[in-house]
């Protein structure tokens, strides 16, 4: 599985982005995808994630309300629409795809893809 993330950018504080992840190779229906993201100096942390079938989502509390994951499957690509958008936003996203929810949440046994830099300014 090989995933290409972009949309990435610089936008202001209370702006909004979307951010893009096409996926390609063998997908299976049990999959699901999702994003993460790694701040300067901190650790990696999950932000939201989507069930390859069924649409069935989650959210991390500090972005719940202001940020939206979907998938359109016949284009192999999940979307990260991400409003009111804040300075502890900026990090660089990364899209990842999992065998199950259990995986993705662990951020263990993933497919990665590259990242794609967001940055709020002030």
């Known amino acids: 599985v090989q995933l290409q993330a972009s949309g990435g950018g610089l936008v202001q504080a209370g702006g909004s982005l979307r951010l893009s992840c096409t996926v390609s190779?063998?997908?299976?229906?049990?999959?699901?995808m999702g994003w993460f993201r790694q701040a300067p100096g901190k650790e990696r942390e999950f932000v939201t994630g989507?069930?390859?079938?069924?649409?069935?989502?989650t959210y991390s509390d500090s972005v719940k309300g202001r940020f939206t994951i979907s998938s359109d499957n016949a284009k192999n690509t999940v979307y990260l629409q991400m409003n009111t958008l804040k300075p502890e936003d900026t990090a660089v996203y990364y899209c990842a795809a999992a065998g199950d929810l259990n995986r993705l949440l662990a951020g263990t046994r993933l497919y990665w893809g590259q990242g794609t830099q967001v940055t709020v300014s002030s």
């Open positions: 989507i069930s390859w079938s069924g649409g069935r989502t």
């Open positions: 190779g063998r997908i299976f229906s049990s999959y699901v």
